[in-house]
């Protein structure tokens, strides 16, 4: 009960953090976002970082990006969220991305954005020190933080799973990745 209400009053404290004109705040936690709350920017400049430590694969499929068809989603949806932290940003598909939309995914896919994550705390990289900043200073820290925010939205977004179970994983169901390789090369492997 007191790690639900802790979530709960920090989803709270940060939505009236957010400074903009022009927003209303829903009563009902499941839809604690803030409405036109944010002008969303262009996340085009992190596709060159993010292709350094995830290649050119579908972080949800795994199957290789055509060059025209790299988008860069949020793991965690945007409009919980509320950030464009480079530790919530993944490459995806055109196709995978419209079809997640603002769902819920699996916690496999949680412990492969950790993975990714700590992927870049071993770099040199000057994301590295944002990501220790947001997410903690040792990987038990940040893969905790990770999975607390999670929960949040867990609590924000419901049982809402892409692919309507938490166990759907797009990258071992051998329909959805022909599909996604007919779509990019117009031909099944």
Partial sequence: MEEELDARWSLLEGAFTIRHENYDLANDLRLIYLSQGYKRRGLTSNIPFLQGYQGNACFY?????AQGDIHVDHVLPRQVMQHDEIWNLVLAHGLCNGLKQDRLIGPHYMRKLIARNENIMGSNHPWK??????????????????MKHYDQVKLILGTDYWGCSSSY???IDPFFRRLVTVLNNGRPR
Avoid: K, T
């Fill in 61 to 65: 499929c795994g199957e290789p990006m």
């Fill in 129 to 146: 020190a944002r990501i220790a900043s947001a997410l903690g200073g040792s990987a038990r820290a940040r893969g905790a933080a990770l």
């Fill in 169 to 171: 994983d797009p990258e």
